[in-house]
């Protein structure tokens, strides 16, 4: 004889067609008045079982339900739609390229509520051999703040990926900087040119090119002054950067 499970404790039955065990637990009711409930599922019984008391757990520690059927793609589509507004539009388009190009072909079709952090650290670990440490990092901090906006709207209960780091990556592009021997062949090059006070400025401050080509005359502060409290040495007003913030 078959036991019938107690109130709260949800259903449990096998699905012919999908042939599977399909566990469904009461969420309450929705301001409309209509049910609300989680529906979890497992090729085997057991398996559909722990799904079940998962959920219900969850529902008793008055955790967000979640979408089962919400996954990576999703999550990661509709960060990039709204998580970067305000942002540079150079950096929308990097993070965009990155998404699309390795995190949604490896990830994308995965259930958000069923991804783990062995999941997230495998992908890291393949991309490792292609791309540097920097950009490992940018990736994984695009999956961590899109399930962070997921979580935001109770689409999924926790953020895995906060539980996983970014490997070293591969070596990133040989330095451009000048050797000692280059920058004093450069200056001697360029002396006696209208070019040489560019160059001087360049070396000696390090300051970026785009800076660099907006400074004029009255950004130059030679003399400095020493009766200032505290006293102000000669400095070089940079005030022009096409470079945005992350």
């Known amino acids: 004889m078959v036991t019938r499970r107690s109130r709260g404790e949800g259903s449990l039955f096998w699905h012919e067609k999908r ?10 009711y ?26 219900q757990r969850a529902r008793d520690a008055g955790l967000p339900a979640g979408r089962r059927d919400y996954t990576v793609r ?5 960060w990039l739609e709204h998580g970067l507004a305000g942002r540079d539009r150079s950096t929308v388009t990097n993070r965009t ?24 650290d495998r992908w890291l670990a393949a991309e490792s051999g292609q791309l540097s440490t920097d950009t490992l990092a940018t ?30 990556g591969t070596g990133g592009r040989p330095s451009k900087s000048l050797s000692l021997e280059q920058a004093s062949q450069l200056l001697a090059a360029a002396e006696s040119t209208a070019m040489h006070a560019y160059v001087v400025v360049s070396l000696l401050t390090g300051a970026r090119t785009e800076e660099l080509r907006a400074l004029t ?5 030679l003399d400095g002054d020493a009766n ?8 070089i007003q940079l005030w022009r950067s096409v470079r945005g913030n992350w």
């Open 139 to 168: 990736l994984l901090s695009i999956l961590r703040q899109s399930i962070r906006r997921a979580q935001a709207r109770d689409l999924v209960q926790r953020n895995v990926a906060l539980l996983c780091e970014a490997p070293k």
């Open 97 to 120: 390229i990155l998404a699309r190009r390795h995190l949604l072909p490896a990830l994308g079709s995965r259930r958000l509520a069923e991804l783990t952090a062995d999941e997230v």
């Open 30 to 55: 929705a301001p409309s008045g209509k049910r609300r409930t989680t529906w979890v599922s497992g090729r085997t019984k057991t398996e559909a079982k722990t799904k079940l008391r998962e959920a």
């Open 74 to 78: 999703q999550a990661v589509e509709s």
């Open 217 to 221: 005359w009255s950004h130059l502060d």
């Open 228 to 235: 200032a409290i505290p006293p102000t040495p000669p400095s």
């Open 19 to 28: 042939q599977r065990w399909i566990g469904v637990v009461s969420q309450g």
